[in-house]
């Protein structure tokens, strides 16, 4: 398994901004395709973003515009920009990985949870005035 931990998460009102950070241990996520989740109680766990890894995106019509994953390999890290959040943004939110193939193209959409085998633990975001 690949060890993954979120972090940046916490309490903002409607409007405002948090960066969330996924980093690993012993891996080199660059090898992977990767992908944040995001999860409100009561409810099923939901697809928010994903890459490939050559820069391919694919988003959830309803972060699109506001959300941005992105990849530091540097410090082989991936993060997630939350602008102008929406109290139905409140969730925990789960950063994933696969093995995918260095060609393989990501999909427009958003990732399916059956597609991502290593997860973290997730970081808890809560938007409310």
């Known amino acids: 398994q690949v060890p993954l931990v979120e972090s940046g998460g916490g309490s903002v009102q409607p409007g405002g901004s948090l960066r969330l950070s996924c980093a690993a241990s012993?891996?080199?996520?660059?090898?992977?395709?990767m992908a944040w989740f995001r999860q409100a109680p009561g409810k099923e766990r939901e697809g928010v973003v994903q890459?490939?890894?050559?820069?391919?995106?694919g988003y959830a019509d309803s972060v699109r515009g506001r959300f941005t994953i992105s990849r530091d390999n540097a410090k082989n890290a991936l993060y997630l920009q939350m602008n102008t959040l929406k109290p139905e943004d409140t969730a925990t939110y789960y950063c994933a990985a696969v093995s995918c193939f260095i060609l393989y193209r990501i999909s427009r959409g958003p990732p399916e949870v059956g597609e991502y085998t290593y997860w973290g633990q997730g970081t808890q975001v809560t938007v409310s005035s």
């Open positions: 012993g891996y080199t996520l660059s090898n992977y395709c």
């Open positions: 890459a490939d890894r050559t820069g391919g995106t």
